[in-house]
């Protein structure tokens, strides 16, 4: 089956512009991540939403960040006024559970690598 | 707060010989732990886990990585590299219901 997607691959912006970066989970999956992968980092947890829900955002720098998941399915991470800083590989996961249980796998995706000029 | 160390930045090894990659982690409970590979433009892909029971945890790809907990430590091991192993290896932490931390990183370089 289709694993976790993200969408675009690649973004380049302006510093001070808006940006949203997409994320597709696995099909049924209801819990979703996103991470930060800054260059020669690990990733750093950013949110968790479980079904429709936010239920973790204190991985979010600051209030320029923010991510939706409507539907409980697809996700959106935007960020506003984009900084110099902000440039990294954003990875997004999803795993199956209900409760999202520390048994948990997280199946992450290939990441969008933002570039802000 | 959990924290994982993995003190090798770059690690070359041969073709068909062993490799050992260190973790070290820092946690006050009993930690989940994991590692994960990175090949270049794609994502990260689960090799094993731990959660309990037997210290000794196989992998995919012939990998497998040991808890020791006297050592808080959760090495990966390979008895035999290929030149398709050559990647970026993430021991992580689990320590509440989804948050993982992860180490920096070790890159592996496998040479003919």
């Known amino acids: 089956g289709a694993g976790v997607s993200q969408t675009p691959s690649n973004k380049v912006t302006e510093k001070g512009k808006y940006v949203e970066l997409r994320c597709d989970p696995i099909?049924?999956?209801?819990?979703l991540y996103w991470y930060r992968q800054s260059l020669g980092q690990g990733p750093e947890f950013l949110i968790y939403f479980q079904g429709t829900g936010a239920a973790d955002d204190s991985g979010l720098p600051n209030d320029r960040f923010f991510a939706v998941r409507p539907e409980g399915s697809v996700s959106t991470l935007k960020i506003q006024r984009t900084e110099r800083g902000d440039s990294a590989v954003y990875l997004c996961?999803?795993?199956?559970?209900?409760?999202?249980?520390?048994?948990?796998?997280?199946?992450f995706g290939p990441g969008t690598r933002l570039t802000v000029l | 707060a959990q924290s994982v160390t993995q003190p090798d930045i770059h690690i070359t090894v041969s073709e068909g010989a062993s490799l050992e990659l260190r973790c070290n982690y820092s946690y006050g409970a009993t930690p989940y732990l994991f590692w994960y590979v990175q090949s270049p433009g794609q994502g990260l892909q689960l090799l094993l886990k731990?959660?309990?029971?037997?210290?000794l945890v196989q992998g995919i790809k012939g990998f497998e990585a040991e808890f020791k907990r006297s050592q808080s430590s959760f090495n990966l091991r390979k008895p035999s590299v290929h030149w398709s192993d050559a990647a970026e290896y993430f021991c992580a932490v689990g320590a509440s219901d989804y948050k993982l931390s992860f180490g920096a990183g070790t890159t592996v370089t496998v040479r003919a």
């Open positions: 996961a999803s795993s199956l559970s209900q409760a999202g249980g520390r048994a948990d796998t997280q199946y």
């Open positions: 099909s049924g999956h209801t819990a």
């Open positions: 731990y959660f309990s029971g037997d210290t």
